[in-house]
């Protein structure tokens, strides 16, 4: 079962539930992360971020 929101603590219960046929939930996140993985319509992106401490012997006080 897929949702773009989250599962009820009755449908998680009710997936766990010993004897009932095997269903796996994904939720929103596991959705994404899915989606990432396959690079689904999605894009990798690399970000980078100022590591301000290299810099900060170049900033006068």
Do not use: Q
């Not at 009932?20 to 319509?41: F, H, Q, S, T, Y």
Request: hydrophobic share 35%.
């Amino acid at each position: 079962m897929i949702t773009t929101g989250i599962f009820s603590e009755d449908a998680k219960r009710e997936a766990a539930r010993e004897g009932a046929p095997p269903i796996e939930l994904v939720d929103e996140n596991e959705l994404v992360r899915m989606l990432e993985k396959e690079e689904i319509g999605v894009h990798p992106k690399t970000v980078y971020e100022i590591d301000h401490s290299f810099f900060k012997p170049y900033f006068n006080d």
